[in-house]
């Protein structure tokens, strides 16, 4: 899932400043079961700015809707009243509902983000969340015993942990795991070690973002 | 505000706190009534939600009795209510409303007198806190 | 000869090679590279500069390296993938290259997180066996990295390559090295050695695979200045090992840097025993002025003279 995390109360009502009438879009997919701007913490932010708003004696109108996801056309439309009505749109999707929901509401609509997208990641234990794709467009797990180190190598490298690997942990924090330990165990425990002896070469990144913007276009689901 | 009468909203777990106010009442020990009392099954079903909820419709408080920690009938109910707790009081502090208006005890089962004390407790220090901020905030509006 | 430097002349002629290290300084300072330059003049057969080491913001390797061939003497280059992709790497090392630069060190690079920029972006286009695949293609092929397209002029370059074999997942240690000779490296400096048990092992893997007779292994060792040094290393160094002997040394010693420069000169004793290693590098960090008398009492001196061309 794509994980989001709330950005800080005081940094979204610095952004909320300027209106009187904000609808609060939660979105029913990933960032609900991440609890970032499900359709709960679309409540608890209505509630936590309504009681803002008072203390500071504002007259503010608060409304909450949750869709069923921001990232598709059929869901965000039906909901275009509300979203019209309001002055501003507080979306708590990941980056990508942010944009999609101004994409459909047209160029009128300001829709500003609660939160901040981190990664693509799981859920390790309630209330953990760890990133394990970068979304490269040209995906190595295969050679790389189904982990990545493109999103979790410091370094992304493709060719063994660096000689900053200890003890299993990465270089750069004692907390964060070395990819390459992982990958190391892994095909040690699958008597693939071998695998690791192959050089790969300099990856193309034209596939990544580095690339630009990427889309994805199946002739065969075209209308 | 000599005369404050806080408002408090009781969360109570329906194993500990609800049979020590049984005991509490049939004993007939008297305490403050100032609580507005919500029944729970375990304080394990609060949710922030609620609890900010409740201050936001008005409560100058909110307290949470659950049963002592490794007591619970849900076995860990009561923990992570304090989890929730500590996040409702955060929520609180970052919109200026104090977070020590929320507080959560436990209770060793009915233990009627331990109950009372802290209906005591807890509406004497909502009492020094005064009333709720968001009361106060529209009280000053009326006032201008 | 691949690139007729000094210390390709001197390892492929069987000398025991020595060399050394300087830190650029972290503004545009000339001096302190002169007179960090001056105590390793005569005593190595060729200087490491380091490139931003620890991601802390220093001169240029190459704009150091270069001011070294100023002044006669000869440099190493080191390069980290970490700040460049392979536009500015292959750039780089044309004008590197050009400014006669022929020995070059292909590394990875610590983490940006590690120096006083810990904000940035990192690159990381390539990792350091890919860089190392780059330079050889650009100097025996005569192309650019993954291409046909073809360099005007020559790049002459040593190749060297870093080795850690402190760090973890051990058993993984000697693959790496065994791939970067795969890839092409020339000569490797090794991490700083304290444990000298765990060096042996190593290259005793290393003699096994035979990669001892397709690569010049130089050994990494840096004086320890104090007690507390060592202590402070062991604790925080990332990748580096320090047995308690030799902390209790250095903390008992009423002379740290007399007791420092003892142990190193035993270190080098019994690494010249070891099979496979082809020299030293010293890395005396921020003690340069140590290096002289550390080679002299070694019996490292006078460095070995071998033909301009
Ligand atoms: S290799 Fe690329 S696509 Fe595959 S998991 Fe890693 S980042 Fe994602
Ligand atoms: S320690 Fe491991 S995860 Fe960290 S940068 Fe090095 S190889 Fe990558």
């Known amino acids: 899932m794509i994980v989001g995390e709330r950005k800080p109360l005081e940094e979204i009502r610095a952004m909320l400043d300027p209106y009187r009438k904000i609808l609060i879009l939660g979105c029913g997919e990933c960032v609900s079961v991440c609890m970032a701007g499900g359709e709960k913490e679309v409540g608890i932010l209505a509630s936590q700015l309504r009681m803002l708003y008072k203390r500071q004696g504002r007259e503010v109108e608060i409304g909450e809707v949750t869709l069923i996801r921001q990232c598709d056309r059929e869901y965000i439309e039906p909901h275009l009243d509300k979203i019209y009505q309001a002055d501003v749109v507080l979306s708590m999707a990941c980056g990508v509902g942010v944009q999609f929901v101004g994409e459909v509401a047209g160029e009128e609509v300001i829709v500003l983000p609660a939160l901040n997208t981190k990664f693509y990641g799981v859920n390790l234990e309630a209330g953990m969340w760890a990133e394990r794709c970068a979304g490269c467009g040209d995906c190595v797990l295969d050679k790389t015993a189904g982990i990545c180190p493109i999103a979790r190598c410091a370094k992304r490298l493709l060719n063994g942990p660096c000689g900053g690997s200890q003890g299993g942990r990465c270089e750069i924090n004692p907390e964060v795991e070395c990819a390459w330990q992982l990958i190391h165990e892994r095909l040690k425990a699958r008597g693939q070690l071998e695998l690791l002896e192959e050089i790969v070469p300099a990856k193309n990144w034209k596939p990544s973002l580095s690339g630009g913007p990427r889309k994805v276009i199946r002739e065969d689901l075209r209308l | ?144 | ?309």
């Open chain 3, 1 to 309: 000869m691949k690139a007729g430097s000094n210390l390709e002349k001197i390892l492929e002629k069987g000398e025991f090679a020595v060399t050394g290290e300087l830190g650029p300084p972290k503004g545009n300072d000339i001096e302190v590279i002169k007179k960090k330059a001056e105590h390793l003049r005569g005593n190595v057969d060729a200087i490491n500069v380091t490139d931003n080491q620890t991601a802390v913001v220093r001169m240029s390797s190459i704009a150091t390296c270069a001011l070294l061939v100023q002044m006669g003497l000869e440099p190493v280059m080191q390069m980290v993938t970490r700040d460049r992709n392979r536009i500015a790497i292959q750039s780089d090392i044309f004008g590197a290259t050009a400014l006669g630069i022929k020995n070059m060190l292909c590394l990875s690079g610590d983490h940006q997180i590690f120096g006083n920029q810990k904000e940035a972006a990192n690159v990381f286009d390539i990792d350091s066996i890919q860089l190392i695949q780059c330079v050889k293609a650009m100097r025996d092929e005569g192309t650019l990295l993954g291409g046909q397209e073809k360099i005007e002029g020559q790049v002459r370059l040593f190749i060297g390559a870093a080795a850690n074999p402190f760090a973890d997942p051990f058993e993984f240690r000697v693959v790496r090295l065994a791939k970067k000779v795969k890839a092409g490296v020339d000569f490797i400096q090794t991490q700083c050695i304290y444990d000298m048990d765990r060096f042996k092992e190593w290259m005793r893997m290393v003699t096994d695979r035979g990669l001892h007779e397709k690569v010049h292994i130089l050994a990494g060792i840096t004086p320890l200045k104090s007690g507390g040094m060592a202590r402070y290393m062991a604790k925080n160094v990332a990748g580096i090992t320090i047995p308690d002997k030799i902390i209790a040394r250095m903390v008992k010693a009423k002379d740290a840097r007399e007791e420092g420069m003892k142990i190193c000169v035993e270190q080098i004793e019994e690494l010249r025993q070891i099979k496979g290693v082809h020299g030293i590098h010293i890395m005396a960090i921020e003690w340069e002025e140590v290096v002289p008398e550390i080679v002299k009492r070694a019996g490292l001196l006078p460095r070995p003279k071998v033909s301009k061309n």
């Open chain 2, 1 to 144: 505000m000599g005369n404050f009468e806080p408002k408090i909203v009781g969360m109570f777990c329906h194993y500990c706190a609800l049979a020590a106010q049984d005991v509490a009442g049939k004993g007939r020990m008297s305490f403050a009534p100032n609580i507005r009392e919500v029944r729970v099954l375990c304080t394990g079903k609060i949710d922030v939600l609620h609890i900010l909820k409740a201050m936001e419709d008005g409560a100058d408080g909110v307290l949470i009795i659950g049963c002592k920690l490794g007591e619970c009938y849900f076995r860990e109910g009561n923990m992570r209510a304090f989890k929730r707790v500590d996040y409702a009081r955060k929520l609180l502090d970052e919109i200026g409303i104090e977070g020590e208006r929320v507080q959560m005890y436990e209770v060793p089962g009915p233990m009627g007198k331990r109950f009372a004390d802290i209906i005591t407790e807890m509406t004497e220090k909502i009492k020094s806190l005064g009333p709720s901020p968001l009361k106060k905030a529209a009280q000053e509006e009326l006032m201008a």
